[in-house]
């Protein structure tokens, strides 16, 4: 995610969508504030990136089937990515303002779109070299997922495991909410990510990223590295064993990792078809999280 602005926030646009107080304003049971060193604050804190399963964050899955389903299936049904309609890449952004001293979040309104319905701007400035400061306009998140308790809970979480960061607790911090899903048909066909080599999602010392796995079926690839800072801009086969500081694949629903951007460099492999299946899909669920920088 970048450090976005607040335009979007029109004055004669439809009004912010403020989660209930009383579901949304309070950190999930469990989730840790302090971050203690064994729990993924604590090595997000003490190592810059950390893995996890939702129950790690306070999320109970078991209780969340459903709002699970629904993000589900709003991935199956996600539209190309309007800046790379030949990549297999499916799409929705938008995103929400926390203020840590009310514990308010709030989703922005997007901008009225003829195509999508309503749009908001991604920007990323320099660090994606696909795009360099170019502000992109992604479809939204539908507004029914905007109450998604499941999302909520994550959002929250997320936000727990960072606000040990004292730079996030004196300005509006932005929530990206992003779902992204690599998509293949085809036995020659790769589903490549953006961008395909290590990076750092930009911005700030204080900005995050999450990354929780919606599903996975009949694909092979996928592989996440997270390297050093220095790796930002190459790929993981090129760097010396001691760049690497962890390999992984997400393969169960709410499996996740977090990098304190930053700090390391992070990566995702080209996803291909797998076996004999005619149709493949990896959707993931990415929350950034960066304080909100006023440029008057
Ligand atoms: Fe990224």
Redesign the pocket.
């Known amino acids: 995610m970048g450090d976005d602005d607040l335009a979007s926030l029109a004055a004669d646009g439809p009004r912010p969508h403020t989660v209930p107080r009383d579901r949304a304003t309070r950190a999930p049971a469990g989730a840790p504030h302090g971050g203690g060193l064994d729990g993924p604050a604590g090595h997000l804190r003490h190592r810059g990136f950390a893995r996890f399963h939702a129950a790690e964050l306070g999320v109970d899955p078991d209780a969340r089937t459903d709002d699970l389903q629904q993000i589900a299936d709003v991935c199956t049904r996600l539209p190309r990515d309007p800046y790379a309609p030949d990549s297999n890449r499916f799409r929705r952004y938008s995103h929400a303002v926390f203020l840590p001293w009310t514990d308010q979040l709030s989703f922005v309104p997007g901008a009225p779109d003829a195509e999508h319905g309503t749009v908001t701007e991604y920007w990323q400035d320099e660090h994606n070299p696909e795009y360099p400061n170019m502000r992109r306009r992604l479809p939204d998140v539908p507004a029914a997922l905007r109450e998604n308790a499941l999302l909520l809970d994550l959002m929250r979480a997320d936000l727990a495991q960072a606000l040990w960061l004292e730079e996030l607790h004196h300005a509006p911090v932005y929530v990206g909410v992003h779902l992204i899903k690599l998509a293949v048909g085809d036995r020659t066909d790769a589903a490549v990510p953006s961008p395909n080599c290590l990076?750092q999602?930009g911005g700030s010392p204080a900005t995050f990223?999450f990354a929780h796995l919606i599903g996975c079926a009949d694909i092979s690839g996928g592989e996440n590295v997270i390297a050093r800072a220095s790796a930002a801009g190459r790929q993981p086969e090129d760097l010396p064993d001691d760049a690497v500081l962890a390999r992984f694949t997400l393969t169960e629903p709410l499996d996740g990792y977090a990098v304190h951007d930053h700090r390391v460099s992070?990566y995702v492999g080209p996803v291909r078809l797998a076996g004999r299946a005619h149709s493949g899909q990896r959707s993931i669920l990415i929350i950034g999280i960066a304080p909100y920088a006023p440029r008057m």
């Open positions: 990076h999602d990223t992070h």
